[in-house]
C-alpha cells in the first residue's frame, strides 16, 4: 500500500527539503532532507528513493534507501535489505535485513 | 605470552544452503566467557552488516559498532594516482592516510573487543599496519581483539568469508562477494570497485603475526584443524 494510500504526509522523490522539520504525524520520505527531524510520537519511513541526512528523533523510524545521522527511536527501527545508514541508532528494538548496510553503533535502550 | 593450541574444525550445515559452512572456534570461545560476564561492553565489529551478530551483543546489552573495512578499501578514490596506482605487482597502491581519515573513526580506548576477523588476510598491503596501528589506539587497555590468519596450506584461492557468532564458540560463515548495491558505498556514490571480489593477500606466518601485533601486551595462538590460525591479542 502507498504512504498517500494510507494518509501519510509524504515527501516526493523530487522534493528537496533542508532545514528543520518536525511534525505530530507519521511521515514517508522518498525524496532529499537535509537538516534534522523529529517526530516525537509518530514513525518515520525513509523510501527505497529516499536520501536523508538529518538527526532523525522519533517513535519509530523504518528505512529503505539513504541516511546519514544519528537515529533516536523510542520504540523501533527497522533496517531494510536496501537501507544504507551511515549513523549511531539508540532504541529499544531493531530489526535489520540481510544486506541492509549499517556503518556506525547500535544501542539498545531498556526501559 | 604465547600458547599454542588447537581445537577449531569446519563443518558443512547439510540443510538449506550448501554456502553457509560452520566452524567451531577457540578464539571466540574464549572471548564469550568475557562478554557473557560483563556488562556494556563496547564492541567493534569490523565486516559486512551482520544482523547476527548485532542481535548477539544486544541481546546481551551490549554496544555493537559495525564497519565494512574491506569493502570501504575498494573506493577508487584511495588510489595513488602519482605512483600509476599499481605497485611491481601489480597491486593497487592505496592512500592509508586518507582511508584512515574516513574509516576508524573513534575516540582512542573506546572498544573492549575488536573482532577483526580475516581482515588482515584480505586486506590491501598498504593499509595492513595503519589499520592494526589504528586498532591499538582505539582498543582500551586490557581489550581484546581475535583475528583470524590463512595458513600456507589454505592456498591462494580461500574465499573470503563473514563470520557470523551462533553460538558461545560456533561461527557460521559465508562467502563474501562484492555486489553492486554494496560498491554504491555510505556516501551513495556508485562507483566501480577496485576489485570485483576480494582475494588472499598474503600468508601471515607466526613471526609475521606476532611483528604486526608488537605494540600489544600479549597475543595467544590458537591452532585449527581448517587452516586458519586464531589469533587473541590483548592490548
Not at chain 2, 581475535?146 to 557460521?172: K, N, Q
Request: hydrophobic share 40%; proline share 4%; charged share 25%.
Amino acid at each position: 500500500m502507498s504512504a498517500s494510500a494510507v494518509g501519510l504526509a509524504q515527501i516526493g522523490k523530487s522534493v528537496f527539503i533542508k532545514g528543520e522539520l518536525s511534525g505530530s504525524e507519521d511521515l514517508y520520505v522518498d525524496g532529499q532532507v537535509e537538516g534534522s527531524i523529529a517526530l516525537k510520537g509518530n514513525s518515520l519511513t525513509i523510501g527505497p528513493n529516499g536520501q536523508v541526512k538529518a538527526g532523525i528523533d522519533a517513535k519509530g523510524v523504518v528505512i529503505q534507501g539513504k541516511l546519514e545521522g544519528n537515529i533516536q527511536a523510542a520504540e523501533r527501527v527497522e533496517l531494510r535489505k536496501s537501507a544504507i545508514v551511515t549513523g549511531d541508532i539508540a532504541t529499544q528494538r531493531i530489526l535489520i535485513e540481510d544486506g541492509a548496510f549499517l556503518k556506525g553503533k547500535v544501542d539498545i535502550q531498556r526501559d | 605470552m604465547k600458547i599454542f593450541r588447537g581445537s577449531s574444525s569446519t563443518e558443512t550445515i547439510p540443510a538449506q544452503s550448501a554456502q553457509r559452512l560452520t566452524r567451531r572456534s577457540s578464539g571466540l570461545g574464549e572471548l564469550s566467557r568475557m562478554w557473557e560476564s560483563a556488562e556494556g561492553l563496547c564492541v567493534l565489529d569490523l565486516g559486512a552488516t551482520s544482523p547476527t551478530n548485532i542481535r548477539h551483543f544486544t541481546e546481551r546489552s551490549h554496544r555493537i559498532y559495525s564497519e565494512d573495512l574491506l569493502t570501504a578499501s575498494t573506493d577508487p578514490a584511495l588510489l595513488i594516482p602519482g605512483e600509476g596506482g599499481k605497485d611491481e605487482q601489480g597491486n593497487p597502491v592505496l592512500d592509508s592516510r586518507k582511508f584512515l581519515a574516513d574509516n576508524l573513526v573513534y575516540p582512542a580506548a573506546h572498544f573492549d573487543v575488536v573482532l577483526c576477523w580475516n581482515l588482515p588476510d584480505y586486506l590491501n598491503e598498504g593499509l595492513v599496519k595503519p589499520v592494526v596501528g589504528r586498532l591499538w589506539s582505539v582498543l582500551k587497555p586490557g581489550g581484546m581483539l581475535l583475528a583470524f590468519f590463512h595458513t600456507r596450506d589454505a592456498g591462494p584461492d580461500s574465499p573470503c568469508h563473514r563470520y557470523h557468532i551462533v553460538g558461545p564458540d560456533t561461527l557460521e560463515m559465508k562467502k563474501v562477494e562484492l555486489k553492486r548495491e554494496v560498491r554504491r558505498g555510505p556516501t551513495g556514490a556508485v562507483h566501480t570497485a577496485i576489485s570485483d571480489s576480494f582475494h588472499l593477500q598474503r600468508v601471515f606466518n607466526n613471526r609475521h603475526i606476532e611483528n604486526l601485533f608488537r605494540d600489544f601486551a600479549s597475543i595467544k595462538f590458537f591452532l585449527a584443524r581448517d587452516n586458519i590460525r586464531e589469533v587473541l591479542v590483548v592490548r
